[in-house]
């Protein structure tokens, strides 16, 4: 399926801006918002006591308050806001949703554990004995045992070992007890927080903090998406068996081009059918979006991805998005490698064809483990030559060896690698591969634009 590319090329040519490093500002803010929470509990503990209950109660209220804003930022993170997954790229904002999430339990943990330990000294009392009466006693209690016993469960079930023998499903709505945790540990922070509940700036400050993080979230993640689905109402048209395992979907709806998608962009996809009705997934546009038309291209390999194949036309979609970094804007030279693998191909097949550049501008390496595994690899020669762009591919050998994409290979397919622009999407494996081949053979790491599938 061939699009109009040199109107897509028109379009891209307005997006390229040169790239910005969003993250470093973004982590400055971040520590800076840490150390105001620090400075919080320093000005209200004028005394740092050598006792040892003192010294746990006082370490208790300082992980208390950390963990406080560090779920702060987890829910600002869940908000998939546009302008930060733009700067600093989707899967980054994931690794740093899940991050902070484990420093989140873990501060929970360090405080629980601090506080309470501390009060049994102070009282002499046993640690069973000291935990009910905190419980029972002291305001809002209850509702933060419960709110910390849903985040510990959270963090349990999102721990990796455990996350890979879950449907995918059960974790993804266990994980929205999030919000119901949130709210039942908030009371409890400015009822019981020593710096709270004499300093009416603070306690305005944290409902400010919560507030914006609820805003956008309740913003981006609930009537966004109502107001994108109710204007676009979007339609399987049919789907269209590429290769074997591999399926594009193309699908129908009014105005698209006012969804502001772009080339290497990607959306979350429900298809509201039987047995896909409640999940939502992944998947990027593998061709340059058209007003009246969106392609997706998925292969097979899960449940959800296998029913996708058996879409009937006219099913009704649900979409969230456009999300992802990875598209012209990140774009500073004239020339451009892309390489792929895996499912990272549709991206780099909706870039190879819409990127502005001359002959000979434009390459894409395309690794597989076997050359039928080479999804749309027609559409991809068709482009390469109308454009004049180099299309490469890399499989195993009959003995299985994988060829790697090494410093020196990269200078002799391109003697001039220091002066492209690089695009990688593909699997982890593959994208440190590449990126450690390409910082050797020249690239500069701020010219190396990348999104994995795998988080």
Excluded at 91 to 120: C, E, Q
Excluded at 121 to 141: C, Y
Excluded at 275 to 294: C, I, Q, V
Aim: charged residues 20%; glycine residues 8%.
């Amino acid at each position: 399926m061939m699009h109009n590319g040199r109107a897509a090329r028109r379009q891209t040519m307005r997006a390229i801006r040169p790239q910005r490093q969003g993250a470093r500002p973004l982590l400055a803010m971040w520590w800076a918002g840490a150390t105001g929470v620090m400075a919080l509990w320093w000005q209200n503990t004028p005394v740092v006591h050598v006792d040892l209950a003192e010294w746990l109660i006082g370490s208790g209220r300082l992980t208390g308050l950390l963990a406080g804003y560090t779920i702060a930022v987890v829910i600002l993170l869940m908000a998939r806001v546009p302008a930060l997954e733009r700067r600093v790229g989707s899967d980054r904002v994931a690794r740093w949703h899940a991050m902070s999430g484990r420093f989140a339990v873990s501060l929970v943990l360090a405080h629980l554990l601090l506080t309470i330990g501390g009060y049994a000294v102070q009282a002499n009392t046993g640690l069973v004995e000291q935990t009910l009466i905190i419980v029972l006693d002291f305001p809002r209690m209850v509702e933060a045992t419960v709110g910390t016993a849903l985040l510990l469960l959270i963090g349990f079930v999102s721990a990796r070992a455990v996350r890979r023998r879950m449907r995918y499903e059960i974790w993804y709505y266990l994980h929205l007890l999030t919000y119901v945790a949130v709210y039942l540990s908030f009371w409890h922070q400015l009822a019981a927080g020593a710096e709270f509940v004499a300093n009416p700036t603070a306690r305005s400050l944290w409902y400010a903090l919560y507030g914006v993080a609820g805003l956008l979230l309740l913003w981006y993640r609930v009537l966004a998406p109502v107001r994108l689905n109710r204007r676009h109402r979007m339609r399987v048209e049919r789907t269209v068996q590429e290769s074997p395992g591999v399926v594009s979907v193309l699908i129908t709806g009014r105005r698209l081009h006012r969804l502001g998608a772009q080339p290497g962009q990607f959306f979350r996809w429900r298809f509201l059918t039987d047995g896909l009705r409640w999940s939502s997934n992944p998947y990027s546009l593998s061709a340059a979006p058209r007003p009246d038309l969106l392609r997706i291209t998925v292969k097979a390999n899960g449940e959800h991805s296998e029913a996708v194949a058996r879409l009937a036309p006219g099913t009704r979609v649900w979409a969230e998005g456009p999300y992802g970094a990875m598209t012209a804007a990140r774009r500073s030279q004239e020339k451009v490698l892309m390489i792929a693998g895996g499912a990272g191909i549709t991206p780099m097949r909706a870039l190879f064809e819409t990127l502005p550049g001359e002959p000979g501008d434009l390459t894409l390496l395309y690794r597989a483990s076997k050359t039928e595994d080479l999804a749309l690899w027609g559409e991809l020669r068709q482009i390469a030559e109308a454009r004049g762009a180099r299309l490469l591919y890399a499989v195993n050998g009959p003995d299985g060896v994988r060829p790697e994409i090494t410093p020196r290979r990269l200078r002799e397919l391109l003697p001039d690698i220091d002066d492209h622009d690089v695009y990688v999407c593909g699997p982890t494996g593959l994208a440190r591969q590449s990126y450690e081949a390409l910082r050797e053979a020249g690239v500069p790491a701020r010219r190396i634009h990348h999104e994995s599938f795998e988080m």
